[in-house]
């Protein structure tokens, strides 16, 4: 994607992070010639090389993973963004959205039997760890586990490239980066608070 060179993202650390944190992401693959997109909760992991892997799985009636073997895909993760008004500024200039964004390129292979066992049993723990009353895998009956499982495709990704944007207005002087800042503190939605949040420790 393209990034500007001031909102360039490149601690691997953070980037790694940011993907647990924004699991929910879009992998995007060709099907039939044409660009398909899934939306999908993944699981970061690591491969016995060390290298990052990511797990998931579709549903078996989606023909995305009848084609997604061989490809390089691109899997899309999207973190708080905020529209920013130039009306906040003490200059004249055009408004611009800030945001934060995650794009991991790589290739993926089908899994199967305990693999996908193993992976759907990770997937559902770390989604499940917050939950006053967790479900798991293991404590779901047999029968229904597997009528469940008949009906899905799981794949890992090994991912070979991230490519990370962080455009939280870093080209701004402190006068203006502030007032951005407490603007979108007033205006008080979610996503705007996420976005303060981020400029202040990012500046």
Known sequence: MYINKNNRHENPDEILAFVRQNGFGIIVSQVDGRPWATHIPLMLSHNAKGQPILLGHVARANTQWKEIEG???????????????????????????????????????????????????????????HSKYPVSVSGMSPGFFNSQLRGLVGFEIT??????????????????????????????DAQSVAIANEMKTRK
């Open 71 to 129: 490809q390089e895909i691109m899997v899309i993760f999207s973190g708080p963004h905020a529209y920013i008004s130039s009306s906040w500024y003490d200059h004249e200039n055009v408004p611009t959205w800030n945001y934060t964004a995650v794009h991991a390129y790589g290739r993926a292979r089908l899994i199967e039997g305990d693999e996908l066992v193993q992976a759907l049993t990770e997937l559902t723990d770390h989604y499940e760890q």
């Open 159 to 188: 991912v070979t490239e991230f490519q990370a944007v962080r455009k939280l207005s870093q080209n701004r002087d402190d006068y203006n980066h502030n007032q951005i800042i407490n603007e979108l503190e007033k205006r008080g």
